[in-house]
């Protein structure tokens, strides 16, 4: 009777352990940082002025890695970056490889069925780049011309339903297309505005056309059933914006005020 009593009770105990959702029992990814005392991120390493390695100091910097540097800042911890590639970053979220990823990431709804994002903490949009020499001042002049996107990312994609006789030349990042671009091996090359217009500044031969054709909302990636951890990053990111503190580094950056507001909510 003891014995079977006992079994009796394991079922109920095992049972309920079944029905506890992982969620509830995983350790909050804000708690893991808090006791490791290191915020790992996952930051490009290839889009400047959002991402990139700086040259005399050989370290990851760049407006996503200072918005990265405050979160970490918040919490009173040190801050680790690794690369991230377009086509990497939902994967080093799953694995669990990074706590979070800041790499110009746009929220769509196809990524959030795996991922989970913060709120929006820019606003960009989609163009393509060109050089001087090719005359292209169209979308429609892109037809039957080779086009530079990175694999992982949207623009490639984006291109090709508004220019659907575009050929996509795909590479993994954004220096190899601008590399590809300038060697004449494509005609253009596609991707959001921000980088677009840090490359046409520093490379006088190349030229920015057009229109936005798409709207890029760029949240950071978080892993799924995260809450503490995201409403964390989402309440670091209010912050920055309400104290104008984005609006700095946002300065320090691009030289001029953001030209979008971000969907702020109050206390
Ligand atoms: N923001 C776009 C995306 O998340 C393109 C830029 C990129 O891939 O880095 O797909």
Redesign the pocket.
């Known amino acids: 009777m003891k014995r079977i009593a006992l079994a009796l009770f394991s079922l109920v105990v095992a049972v309920a352990f079944l029905a506890v959702p992982n969620s509830y029992s995983a350790e909050s990814t804000l708690a893991k940082v808090k006791k490791r005392g290191v915020l790992v991120a996952g930051v490009?390493f290839d889009?400047p002025p959002m991402g990139f390695i700086d040259k005399k100091t050989g370290k990851p910097d760049g407006f996503d890695v200072d918005l990265v540097k405050e979160i970490a800042k918040k919490l009173g911890v040190k801050t680790k970056f690794v690369q991230a590639l377009?086509k990497t970053r939902i994967p080093l979220i799953v694995n669990g490889n990074v706590d979070l990823i800041a790499?110009?990431?746009?929220h769509k709804r196809s990524r959030d069925k795996v991922i989970d994002f913060s709120m929006h903490y820019l606003i960009t949009g989609q163009r393509f780049i060109t050089r001087k020499d090719t005359g292209i001042k169209h979308i429609s002049q892109l037809a039957g011309k080779r086009v530079a996107a990175?694999q992982?990312?949207?623009?490639g994609p984006n291109l090709l339903k508004v220019q659907p006789k575009a050929t996509v030349v795909p590479f993994q990042e954004h220096t190899e297309n601008l590399l590809a671009l300038k060697q004449k091996k494509v005609d253009a090359m596609v991707?959001?505005d921000i980088l677009l217009q840090w490359m046409a500044k520093n490379n006088p031969d190349l030229v920015v056309p057009g229109k936005l054709y798409t709207i890029?909302p760029?949240g950071m990636g978080l892993r799924e059933n995260d809450s503490d951890w995201r409403d964390f990053v989402n309440e670091v990111l209010l912050e920055l914006w309400e104290t104008k503190r984005y609006h700095a580094i946002w300065r320090k950056w691009f030289g001029r005020d953001p030209d979008f507001t971000l969907p702020w909510y109050p206390k």
């Open positions: 490009k889009f377009s790499a110009t990431m746009t990175v992982g990312g949207n623009a991707t959001d890029e760029y």
